[in-house]
């Protein structure tokens, strides 16, 4: 499937079929990232966020900080294993 996002820096588009997605944790910014990543590119385009708690304050950021990577990491691993025939 083709997508093209409307993020500030970023032009073009890509096909599902050809990304890997990737989970980037950011300690110093309060935030775990889920990004695609095309082959032979360097770029992580940040496609989504994964927030376990409410507060807005960082002490709860940094006390969900491991389940939200983990948590992340496998959403990356079901959609990198899933068949390239099945994807749209």
């Given at each position: 499937?083709?997508?093209?996002?409307?993020i500030r820096?970023?032009?073009?588009?890509?096909?599902?079929?050809?990304?890997?997605?990737?989970c980037?944790?950011?300690?110093?910014?309060?935030?775990?990232?889920?990004?695609?990543?095309?082959?032979?590119?360097?770029?992580?385009?940040?496609?989504?966020?994964?927030?376990?708690?409410?507060?807005?304050?960082?002490?709860?950021?940094?006390?969900?900080?491991?389940?939200?990577?983990?948590?992340?990491?496998?959403?990356?691993r079901?959609?990198?294993?899933?068949?390239?025939?099945?994807?749209?």
């Amino acid at each position: 499937m083709e997508i093209t996002p409307k993020i500030r820096f970023v032009s073009g588009r890509f096909d599902t079929k050809d990304v890997r997605l990737v989970c980037v944790p950011s300690d110093n910014h309060g935030e775990v990232s889920l990004c695609v990543n095309e082959p032979g590119c360097g770029w992580n385009i940040p496609i989504g966020e994964i927030k376990l708690y409410s507060s807005g304050r960082y002490v709860d950021f940094k006390a969900t900080l491991e389940d939200a990577t983990k948590f992340g990491e496998e959403i990356c691993r079901r959609f990198n294993e899933f068949p390239q025939d099945k994807k749209l």
